[in-house]
């Protein structure tokens, strides 16, 4: 019955959805404030609806009910309770579904935040965006109905009261937390997105394209940048643990497009800030956030349409086409928009000079949008080089490691300059009093580095290390200073300790102070993926019990093997004895689990084992292991030394830390409108 | 003055985006793998001799020996629809999840035409598993790439 309830709420969501469009677009045409505000009930009215359906589908998880044929393909009933509820986004049409609950949780907060101000001065703003996002929904709603080919609806039923005695359950390389957690952070950061791009389209079609639409909805951005930022991390952190294959990146389809939207979302996150304090760039915001917004989309269409292979274990099916069209649509939309207000799009000011905080703005954004062309290239270069010359190709991790070098320089360099170099034209004085000492000790520690690195002979991305640590010494000595001058004067001013008013001074402009600290975090991120990508190392080999081998400092002495039997699946591993330069430094156990029923049938699966010493790690993966590896059977033994990665976790939580301080600053109206 | 102004943002943009497409291209043209099935590998083999090439197709019945003394595999690739295959060797690499015999297999490495034969650098398997998105509610076949 349950499952019948949900569908039945997911066909009259349609309604509702078509019921928010109407009568919100009839409403503000005409200035009817009933006819608004039935919209606004409208919406969250599809908000309550789509909880319904998506609360009946939890439901068939938790109750095992196998004769609904979502729940047979990603559950099963031995699956722990905590991985029942996450494979609601186990599969695609559930993970739709979620999608779209998401999007009618941000429609009803959308109006939550802004009734009050809506009230007191019939500013119908936020009335404007919740068209766009009602036609979102609906665009997903549509998805999940089941009516299109290509998508089933999650809640229904195989035909004919069929029922399976059990689900398949799912896939085991999906059962941690943090894989739990990585899609919905994921979509939840792109689903922020939806709200300022919805705003952007609320300004064009109200006329009131200042700054207004980019502060109302500029805490969604911030917190979409964060949870994007936690997510994709997440999802790195879980190939690393899991997949045994020693890293946390490859440039994998999937990986590129969550990291695109992000990008797209760092660059608007700048741009707007010269919007506000310089009236300029109006319409290149607009077309930002659009481009991020239809980035998350293109995301999706990349993944699933299958027209590009990925690591990611996706189904192939035909929803790529719809949601291509989804974007040239609202895309063809937004632009006939733009064209409407062309005249009101004009920037008041220009550009003075090249060597500007404004320019500097300029080649930041150029840099974030122009990396994310070259990952979308290198992405779509299957698609590209059969389009151009009929032979199918593509490009390895390496292209986008080689080409993302320089850009990632440049930018590292920004993340210092930006904040230091004064607006409108740089001035000798500014360039003096801010810059030169950085400078001089960016080149020196650039220096050290190229010397030390020469000294023990070590050759490998010897220039791009130099540059690294040049430009991050460089960024960290002009951002401190930034924070050291403000404290000492806040502190002199209020006559107080320099700590509180270095409190003081973050207090006060949260978000600029904030965004100081993920330059911070920036940095240190930059330091991690330099010692992790570019001095890792890898031994491979095949040992019998009581045989050594080493990797750079570290010696591994297979000692012993274990079985072990669990509710559904047998560990099988082997025992090493790691030393640290001949010091004996304790032992590791990496193992295999081998699961007797999931998704994908019988399953073997690498369960490395990790040693951190400091910020660097020790990672063991296995080969399969023989029934004789007591007696003299080989064990495939993948070591590798990963320096600083533990760098690359802080760097990013140090950025989380950065947008929790900026988003803290309360949101201010703008007078301009 | 002003209009000079304009010139110099605008060259800057231009220098900038000539930058960034030659990385790219240089980028292409040192890194780019062409795509192929074993048939059409096989017989367009000699022009590939040394380079660079994917193979995408099944791994051939009882073609696998896995040496794990030396760490090595190897076994041959068939393609979908004809009887042409290519021999791979892969070294110094876990087998990875999923190698069974009639799985798909995905081949990156440098081709030996003489021998027929590819040194892999990269190897991916995909494992059949429930299908989803299609009409049928029963199960069956579905690509998709587990480990590499």
Not at chain 1, 105 to 122: L, P, S, Y
Not at chain 1, 279 to 294: H, Y
Request: net charge positive; hydrophobic share 50%; charged share 15%.
């Amino acid at each position: 019955m349950t499952a019948e309830i949900g569908q039945a709420a997911i066909f009259l969501s349609v309604l509702s959805g078509l019921w928010a469009i109407g009568f919100l677009c009839f409403g503000l045409r005409t200035r009817n404030q009933n006819a608004i505000q039935s919209g606004r009930n409208a919406v969250l009215a599809t908000f309550v609806l789509v909880s319904i359906a998506t609360g009946a589908l939890i439901y068939g998880f938790v109750t095992d009910d196998f004769s609904m044929r979502y729940v047979v393909e990603v559950s099963s009933a031995a699956q722990p309770l905590l991985y029942k509820i996450t494979a609601l986004w186990g599969r695609m049409s559930g993970s739709l579904l979620f999608w779209l609950w998401l999007l009618t949780v941000a429609g009803a907060v959308v109006i939550w935040q802004n009734h009050r101000h809506t009230k007191e001065t019939n500013d119908t703003l936020s009335d404007y965006a919740l068209i766009p996002i009602a036609v979102v929904q609906l665009f997903f709603i549509i998805l999940v109905t089941g009516l299109v080919e290509g998508v089933y609806n999650p809640l229904a039923r195989f035909p004919n009261g069929q029922m399976a005695p059990d689900g398949a359950g799912m896939n085991p390389l999906l059962q941690t937390p943090s894989m739990a957690f990585h899609p919905p952070t994921l979509y939840i950061g792109w689903i922020a997105l939806t709200v300022p791009f919805a705003f952007a389209v609320g300004a064009l079609a109200s006329g009131r394209v200042g700054s207004e639409w980019i502060l109302r909805s500029r805490r969604w951005t911030l917190f979409s940048w964060i949870v994007l930022t936690i997510g994709i991390t997440l999802g790195g952190n879980w190939a690393y643990r899991e997949l045994g294959w020693g890293g946390y990146w490859a440039w994998d389809p999937v990986e590129n497009a969550s990291f695109m939207p992000w990008l797209l979302g760092t660059a608007y996150l700048h741009s707007v800030m010269i919007q506000e304090k310089r009236n300029m760039f109006k319409l290149w915001n607009i077309l930002l956030i659009t481009l991020a917004f239809q980035f998350t989309l293109l995301g999706t269409f990349i993944t699933r349409s299958g027209i590009i292979t990925s690591v990611h274990a996706f189904a192939q099916s035909d929803i790529g086409g719809y949601f291509l069209g989804f974007i040239l649509a609202s895309t063809a939309g937004v632009i006939g928009l733009i064209i409407y207000r062309w005249r009101r799009l004009k920037s008041a000011n220009r550009l003075e000079s090249l060597l500007s905080r404004e320019s500097a703005f300029v080649l930041n954004n150029w840099l974030f949008v122009g990396l994310t062309l070259i990952i979308l290239w290198g992405t779509l270069w299957p698609i590209i080089s059969e389009a151009i010359n009929g032979e199918k190709s593509s490009v390895p991790e390496a292209f986008f490691n080689q080409v993302v070098i320089i850009p990632g320089l440049l930018l590292l360099f920004l993340t210092g300059a930006g904040p230091i170099i004064s607006w409108k034209k740089i001035t000798v004085n500014n360039f003096q009093r801010m810059f030169l000492w950085p400078l001089v000790i960016g080149l020196a520690a650039g220096a050290l580095t190229w010397g030390f690195l020469a000294l023990i002979k070590e050759e490998t991305s010897l220039l791009y290390s130099v540059l690294c640590v040049a430009a991050s010494t460089f960024v960290i000595v002009a951002i401190v200073a930034e924070f050291y001058r403000g404290a000492k004067l806040r502190a002199k001013r209020q006559e107080t300790s320099f700590l509180n008013g270095l409190n003081l001074l973050i207090q006060r402009n949260k978000r600029r102070y904030g965004g100081y600290i993920i330059h911070i975090g920036i940095v240190i991120l930059y330091i991690g993926i330099m010692g992790s990508k570019g001095y890792f190392l890898l031994e491979s080999k095949g040992l019998r019990m009581g045989e050594s081998m080493e990797v750079g400092q570290f010696q591994l002495t297979m000692k012993d093997s274990f079985e072990k039997e669990f509710a559904n699946y047998r560990r099988t591993g082997v025992v090493f004895d790691v030393a640290k330069n001949g010091k004996q430094v304790g032992t590791m156990e990496p193992a295999r689990h081998f699961y007797y029923k999931t998704g994908q049938g019988e399953q073997d699966t690498i369960e490395s084992a990790i040693r951190h010493f400091g910020v660097n790690d020790f990672y063991i993966a296995l080969g399969s292991i023989p029934p004789d590896v007591k007696t003299g059977g080989v064990v495939n033994v993948q070591a590798y030394y990963n320096p600083l990665i533990g760098v690359v976790w802080i760097g990013v939580a140090v950025m989380v830390l950065g947008g929790i301080v900026a988003i803290a600053e309360k949101p201010q109206r703008s007078k301009d409108a | 003055m002003r209009k000079q102004r304009r010139l110099k943002v605008i060259a800057a943009g231009i220098i900038l985006l000539c930058g960034m497409a030659l990385l790219v291209f240089v980028g292409i043209k040192r890194t780019s793998v062409r795509h192929f099935t074993p048939a059409a590998l096989v017989t367009d083999g000699n022009k590939m001799n040394n380079q660079q090439v994917q193979v995408d197709g099944l791994i051939a019945e009882g073609s696998a020996t896995w040496d794990a003394a030396n760490f090595k595999l190897t076994f041959a690739v068939c393609d979908r629809e004809t009887a042409a295959t290519v021999n791979v060797i892969y070294k110094d690499r876990l087998k990875p999840d999923n190698f069974t015999d009639g799985g798909s297999v995905f081949v990156e490495g440098k081709y030996d035409a003489t021998q027929n034969l590819i040194v892999a650098s990269k190897l991916m398997t995909k494992c059949a598993s429930k299908y989803e998105g299609a009409e049928s509610a029963t199960p069956t076949d579905e690509t998709s790439y587990i480990s590499e």
